[in-house]
């Protein structure tokens, strides 16, 4: 049973250029979140998607901004980026239901220099 | 104030005592919790879910989660050194399913 899958595992970019993360989630699962983890705190919501859309937006600017396709994979994508985005990207999939459970993907580290 | 709260740690335990790590969070209206485990460099790792008042235990890993204090906590019997890691508290909120995390406990074991 595949888990969930990120790509890249790293990335170095420079201020003001643009970024896609890719993410597949954990086979069978139906949404897919985003987050980011500061170093030294815990992951933030960015968004989720759902049947193509965003679902569930949080505290991100607009330069965030995400797809979802119809097998369920996901990109994020990040303009204009700042020195303040490098961080560690993380990707959850879930399937939808009421309660439920987030798996993680291994993420991808992104340097903004 | 913090929607979920952890203290950071680092919490030292000897190889073999019981570990606590806890957590409290501020929606009266959150309903499932989450514990995470994240070793350094790593992606969190789902260890245990609770739903529900009262205890849940999984192997070495015991939730408790008391509504009315809005606490959640998480105990770790015979600890081994391969425990040692962040262990993040995760909090989710009515029929969105976004998580809301604290900054994580790092659990230390020592030999």
């Known amino acids: 049973d595949a888990g969930v899958t990120q790509s890249p595992t790293h990335l170095i970019k420079t201020r003001g250029q643009q970024v896609t993360l890719r993410c597949s989630p954990k086979?069978?699962?139906?949404?897919v979140s985003w987050y980011q983890q500061a170093l030294g705190q815990g992951p933030q919501f960015i968004f989720q998607y759902y049947e193509e859309e965003e679902r569930q937006r949080g505290n991100f600017p607009d330069r965030f901004s995400g797809h979802q396709f119809p097998n369920y994979s996901s990109e994020l994508n990040v303009n204009a980026l700042l020195l303040g985005d490098s961080a560690l990207y993380l990707c959850?999939?879930?399937?939808?239901?009421?309660?439920?459970?987030?798996?993680f993907g291994p993420g991808t580290r992104l340097l903004v220099l | 104030q913090k929607e979920v709260e952890q203290n950071s740690g680092p919490l030292s335990v000897p190889e073999g005592a019981i570990a606590s790590l806890n957590c409290t969070y501020s929606?009266?209206?959150?309903?499932?919790f989450f514990w995470y485990r994240q070793y350094s460099g790593k992606s969190p790792e789902l260890i245990m879910s609770i739903y529900s008042n009262g205890d849940k235990e999984d192997g070495r890993f015991t939730a408790q989660l008391n509504k009315a204090s809005q606490y959640v906590s998480l105990l770790i019997r015979d600890s081994q050194p391969s425990d040692s890691a962040t262990y993040l508290c995760a909090v989710q909120t009515g029929t969105a399913s976004k998580l809301t995390f604290g900054t994580g406990t790092r659990l230390q074991v020592t030999l």
């Open positions: 929606d009266r209206g959150s309903q499932s």
């Open positions: 959850a999939s879930s399937l939808v239901s009421y309660q439920e459970t987030q798996y």
């Open positions: 086979s069978g699962h139906d949404t």
